[in-house]
């Protein structure tokens, strides 16, 4: 079994500043995408940032220059340094993660249970 627990969200004044950590526990050989969706009221789910195992990186366009995805391979974690923050970034961010359990095994997608952010004043 393999759990993905997500911590720092919360309420944010526009122009502020919030780091979302994301980690991943449990039967896990090996760890190929992490990253951060969101979704808002009424809208659909959408990718906001993904770092591959070897550091390669892809952003939602209306993040970019704003967020900063990291990760720590060691401690299968993944981080999403959120800067400038605007109240259009309110949403529930999940952390999603594709990995493997065993050797040579299929690649599974997993998913956080979701954190609020919300940027208001």
């Known amino acids: 079994q393999v759990q993905l627990v997500e911590s720092g969200g919360g309420f944010v004044q526009p122009g502020g500043s919030l780091r979302l950590s994301c980690a991943a526990s449990g039967s896990i050989f090996s760890i190929y995408t992490m990253g951060w969706f969101r979704q808002a009221p009424g809208s659909s789910r959408e990718l906001v940032a993904r770092?591959?195992?070897?550091?390669?990186?892809m952003y939602l366009d209306s993040v970019k220059g704003r967020f900063t995805i990291s990760r720590d391979n060691a401690k299968n974690t993944v981080y999403l340094q959120m800067n400038s923050l605007t109240p259009d970034d309110t949403a529930v961010y999940y952390c999603?993660?594709?990995?493997?359990?065993?050797?040579?095994?299929?690649?599974?997608?997993?998913w956080g249970q979701g954190t609020q952010v919300t940027v208001s004043s």
């Open positions: 999603n993660a594709e990995l493997a359990t065993t050797v040579r095994g299929p690649v599974y997608e997993f």
């Open positions: 770092m591959t195992s070897g550091g390669d990186t």
